[in-house]
Structures are given as C-alpha cells and as structure tokens.
C-alpha cells in the first residue's frame, strides 16, 4: 500500500484526477470544496475495505481513480477537509495489515 496526502491541491492537480475518476467524483470536486486528497495504491479489494474505514472514521468522499492495470493495483481518492482526511488515512493506515 502506498499513501499519499495533497494538502491545498491546486486546480490542476484536481483536473488530473478528474480525468480518472467516474462522473460522480467529478462532480463531488466539482460541487465541493477539497480541501485535501488522500490517495491510496493498493489492490481492489483492499480499496473497498479502505474506502468503508475512511467512511466510517470522517466526513469524507471516497473514489476509485482509474489507472493502467485495474484488475490488479488501483488507487482510491479521500476527499474532504484536511482534517477530516488525515482522520480518515489514519484510520485506514492502523488498519492495515501487511499478511
């Protein structure tokens, strides 16, 4: 698994992302203010587990961020508050288990 957090992302950075996700995470960052992004690479299934504990642990918006390999390695966007997200990756990263 590899973290990442963007405080204060600026408008390009969120454009990029925008390009990878679904319509409705468009739309979130379209309708919201982010004031950070949290991004997690790990497997598919471990996205839905990390989105589900981010949820449950803060305010955020959680989204898939498509990439090359989707079957296999993906990553997942928490969007929010800064912190709301820093909450939320906390929570995910003392979750996390290497086995």
Do not use: W
């Not at 950075?13 to 995470?25: A, E």
């Not at 989105?51 to 989204?63: E, G, H, N, R, Y």
Request: charged share 15%.
């Amino acid at each position: 698994m590899n973290t990442r957090i963007v405080n204060a992302p600026h408008l390009d950075v969120l454009q990029m992302l925008q390009r990878r996700m679904p319509p409705h995470g468009r739309a979130y960052i379209r309708d919201n203010p982010i004031g950070a992004v949290g991004l997690i690479q790990s497997h598919v299934t471990d996205l839905f587990f990390f989105s589900d504990i981010a949820l449950k642990a803060a305010d955020v918006f959680t989204v898939e961020i498509y990439g090359t390999c989707p079957q296999h390695v993906t990553s997942l966007a928490v969007m929010g508050e800064v912190s709301a997200v820093r909450t939320a990756m906390d929570a995910i990263e003392a979750q996390h288990s290497p086995f």
